[in-house]
């Protein structure tokens, strides 16, 4: 038995192409618990990166609505002032720090999708982080939606990559106990590193260990997690080298956590290795106090990275395949507070960037006229464009994964 | 010692001179006003303290009521609070509370330094209910509103401490059905009225010590303790660690150690001498930032400290430990085995086993380990023969980077 899975190992790991699939032996409990045969799978190539913004985006001075005399009065500690806001319309306008977000706007590849949310909104930011991502009011369901989907996908389709997240953490949208993704924060140190006195011997090492953590008992707690999590630590530690190796882009990413995490997602994405999800969070939205320059400075490193992003798919021909979408789990009071900061609130915009999508605006802006408690009422429910990312980009069931396909589609991808 | 002589030391910590941890600090000369150097005092706190107990109770606290030096930024504060949650480890829950609410990490933390009558700030209100003391579902957004007025005026001059009259809502608030003109320190004690944060606490605790999920009737129990006990954290430890569920196998191997736990208990274990240079960083690379949460509700803990990232950094310091031939960071294996005259494969395994996984290993993984030993004595893996050192080393690796190590 030591030996057939030594030879298992061996000849995967001299098998390894581009397209990475895990032995049996290290992935039988995903192997076991993934359906038979995919639901709803369509091998299209197409990809989908998540832009989380954490925290509470204060979408009001995202796309401002400068020509709106409401706006200023409500919240004169925190406004963008008129001459400063980067037209879109007559009403609207970014926030100054969006000119490349303005430029892909010019471009037709970015749209807005306005007035977001749901009903009987949360302000808590664990129980509405939780609400989008397991598209579940009720708190019932634990798994990620995207991590939902992800099980829909066929078996013999699999591969470690199918899902990847940016950082340290799984972000809840990609769990599912079915479906382990890597978790990748930084290339140069995901490698799995051997006694330097002995390096020739680290080989051997690294098998004796896959042999421990696919012998130990399923039954025990977390084995299924360790054994699985292994499984695909030493898969795509490989992977992701080559990938890396391979990469060549003339493109500048801003020297942010947040460009060099979609770095690492556009060398996975240009290394072929099968993402159909990926997963990346800015932080710090939570703009309680002296919200202005803090602000500015996050949609700044947002609006750069995601261009950057952008243009590096475009140089590599991958701009069709691949969509951006940010969200963030609520948008902020619509008055300011005495920290010149804002509170909690309800709806906000988000938006999808990518050459296949229609740029423009879609949904419904929240009128400032008609406020709940000081915080805007939402206009288009966030699983409507949950569902219009499952039917018309990834090709899957919004019933299958949503549970439930009464929330309709928005006109956010291109059909061509 | 018997266990409830254990237990009773554990917990009866302010008894035991912790003096020489104290020096060992000094001699270093850290400047805890400072990110990397606070992070390695901290760590080097839970190495060498002769008061484990204390130090795991910092780390509950620090991941309980978080506060980040992100956000306070250079100076005492992250040390100070820190030193906070060490004098106050075992006391009164709504003492610490109140002692929290004027913190100054704290208050920079949740924004309530500026925080003012016309216009309060819900933040530090919002997540003691949430994430402190009971728990969504258990009050209304109208509470919220109304308990943050009775935190205005709390407020930071020069980045101290302040109740600042000018700016305290001195109005009558609705908070939880009841009515009164309170200040920060009665909603606090209103909360501790509601018997949900009696077990919101209890649970916190069973399962930061035993498992996930405590069965209702040991929470009851707990809550119980803590009510009749003044709101007692000292009384529902001593309880937890002298409960029958505590040392039933549920309870064994239950829980995923926390990086900074994993970081520190190998390094005590083994015995090395360290000044915490080489260490201060890992647990941030396995996903652990002391002075550092990644949001207001601290690390999420349990499979969370699983992922293929963590996971490849715990197996990394697995073999930073096993292969330390370092002055400064040093641990012979091969001196061990001598000094117990252990030869054979079988010998050397059962004795890594015994140091470092108290004895306790899967017959099949401990089958794996005896044949990858002998498997070096009679067919060296590199070039050229096997040493000593090769192979205890590697042996070590594998039982650090095992399943069955990641586990407490």
Redesign the interface.
Known sequence: M?ITRRQLLQSSTALVPAFVFLPTVIRRAVVNSVPESGIGVSENNRTLIIVQM??GNDGLNTVIPYTDSRYYDYRPEVTIPQEQVIPLNDEVGFHPSLTEFKSLWDEGVLAIVEGMGYPEP??????SMDIWRTADLEGKLKNGWLGRYLETLNRDEWSTFRGMAV????PQELSSPKV??????NVV?????????????T???TE??L???A???PE????T???N??G??YQ??QALQQADQAYKSAIVYPDTPLGKGLKLIAEAITGNLGITVGHITI?GF?T??DQRAKHSQLLKILAEGIHAFYQDLKAHDRDRDVVVMTWSEFGRRV???????T??GSAGPLFFIGTKVVGGFHGQRPDLGNLDKDNLRFTTDFRTVYTTVLEKWLGASAEVVLGDNRFGELPIFSQE | MGWEATVDYLIEYQDVDDSELESRLASLELDLERFAPLQRWWLLHMIYTKRPLQEKMVLFWHGLLTSSFKKGGKGPHMCNQNELFWEHALGRYDTLLKAVSRDPAMLMWLDSKSNKKDAPNENFARELMELFTMGIGNYTERDVRESARAFTGYTLIKKEFVFNRNQHDFGAKHFLGRTGNFDGDDIVDIIFEEPVAAEFISRKLFEFFAYDDPEPDIVLSLANTFRSNNQSIKAVVREILTSLAFYSPKAYRAKIKSPAELVASTVRILGIETDGGVLRKLPDDMGQSLFNPPDVSGWAGGPAWINSSNLLQRLNFANLVATARRNIFNFDPYELVTQKNITSAEGIVDYFISVLLDGNMPPQEREILVEYVRGLDTQPSGTGKTTEDEKLRSLVYLVLASPDYQLA
Do not use: W
């Not at chain 1, 949360?122 to 129980?127: T, V």
């Not at chain 1, 382990?180 to 924060?185: L, Y």
């Open positions: 030591l954490a925290g949360s302000y808590s930011h664990f129980q950082g340290r953490a799984l382990s993704i890597p978790i990748v924060k140190t995901y490698r799995l590193k051997g006694d330097p006195s002995y390096p020739t011997a080989q051997a090492r004796g260990l042999e421990l953590y012998a130990a008992p025990k707690p977390y084995a997690l360790l054994d999590t292994m695909v630590a795509s530690v932080g939570d309680h106090a008055k300011s507070n005495a920290s010149n900061g509170d909690h």
